[in-house]
Each structure stands twice: as C-alpha cells, then as structure tokens.
C-alpha cells in the first residue's frame, strides 16, 4: 500500500533550465515532506522540508511547493546544474507515527549539457 | 567527521548465517532508525529507537534483531540469512523531524 507515489521514474532535462518532479500522497495525516537526493552507492541526503503548515519553501536553487487539498507536492530546480544529476526521493509522516518515513519510488533526474 | 556511519559497506554471506551491522551517529540525535531498500527500490523503515528504547517495529522477521547499545549506536543483527534478505540497509538518525541517513551496507546472501 503505497502512501507516496512519485508516478514519473525519470526526468531528462538541459542545463539551466528548470526540473520539476511531482509527488502524491493519499494518507491526509501527513504533515511534513521532505525531499532527498540519492546518488549511486550514497545513502539519501536531505534536500529541503516542508511543514502542513505551509504551501512553499525555498532553500536556494529548490522550492518545495506543498498543496494540501490535492495531496501533491513538487520540488522545483533552477537553474538546473549536471551535479543534480540523481534520484530524488519524495518522504511524508505524521505527528503520531513516530517519524516513520513513507517514501515515494524515487525519480532519476538526468541533467544534460 | 562523518555524521552517520555504517559497517560493513559491502557484506556478502551464505544463507544460513548470522551477520550484523553496525552504525553510528555523532549528531547527538536521540532517534535513529533502519532502512531496507529493496529490489524495486523502496525505502522502507524497519525500525526505530528513541533513547535506546524500541518505538517502532514494523512487519520484519523476528530473525531482525536491532541493539541500541547507547543513543549513538543502533546495530542490526541478522539470525539465518535468507536470500530474500539481500538488499541495502539504511541506517538514519534525527533530532526532531529530519531525518539523516548513512552511506549503506549492501548485503548479499547468496
């Protein structure tokens, strides 16, 4: 029963232009997202959060759009940079679980020159 | 100054044996966690320690068995390794509601 679902396995997308990667979730008792970036052979490392609380966060070149009422988030990049070049993992909890991570499958991102 | 380190990285085994990993945090987070991701990909929690006591403990074969020796350390031990058992293995830890996690440990059991 997956909670989070990431429905686009990969993204292509030029150097400086902007990466969008979407997320859903179908359990209303999340309230915080967070997104992480995975590259091969490392564990995730966090990109940014965002509390229910709030619809967006920005933290640089990464802006976490949150919209509650359709269960969907999107982690925007721009500009673009081949170093993003990587998975990117979508995570949701809720208060009460104790901080278990419901995690989406993930996106490739492949960032061209 | 690694802030969640796990090991083995690698881990390659027999079915039937008994292996553990090992990781630890110098965050000074009270909570750490593990990770399985599997074949397809997911990331899902195992389990979870506050303070060295047990506060989640999904759906995993009783052959897991996690030690929290102090709030730095949670180490998992495996009784019996299937095959079904190969994967990687995240261990992560958090303060409040982020979660940090480790490099990895890929086991295979062959």
């Known amino acids: 029963d997956q909670q989070v679902k990431q429905n686009s396995p990969s993204l292509s997308v030029q150097e400086g232009r902007i990466s969008i990667l979407n997320c859903d979730y179908t359990n209303s008792m999340f309230d915080y997202f967070l997104w992480y970036k995975k590259y091969p052979a490392e564990g995730p490392t966090f990109l940014i959060s965002i509390s229910s609380i709030k619809d967006k966060n920005e933290d640089g070149r990464f802006t976490v759009f949150l919209n509650k009422s359709a269960k969907h988030l999107s982690l925007h990049i721009v500009p673009s940079q081949p170093g993003d070049s990587a998975v990117y993992f979508c995570?949701?909890?809720?208060?009460?679980?104790?901080?278990?991570?419901?995690f989406g499958a993930g996106t490739q991102v492949v960032v061209t020159p | 100054d690694t802030a969640v380190s796990q090991t083995p990285k690698y881990l390659v085994t027999q079915m039937g044996n008994d292996k553990s990993i090992k990781c630890e945090q110098n965050?000074?987070?009270?909570?750490m966690y593990w990770y399985k991701q599997d074949s397809k990909k997911f990331l899902k929690i195992m389990f979870s320690?506050?303070?060295?006591?047990?506060?989640i403990n999904e759906t995993v074969p009783n052959r897991f068995s996690p030690k929290s020796p102090d709030k730095a350390h949670l180490n998992l031990h495996i009784n019996s390794l299937e095959l079904g058992d190969s994967a990687v293995y995240f261990c992560a830890s958090s303060l409040v509601d982020t979660q940090y996690f480790g490099p990895g440990t890929r086991l295979t059991v062959l």
């Open positions: 320690y506050n303070n060295k006591e047990l506060i």
């Open positions: 965050l000074g987070h009270d909570t």
């Open positions: 995570a949701a909890s809720a208060t009460d679980s104790w901080g278990k991570l419901q």
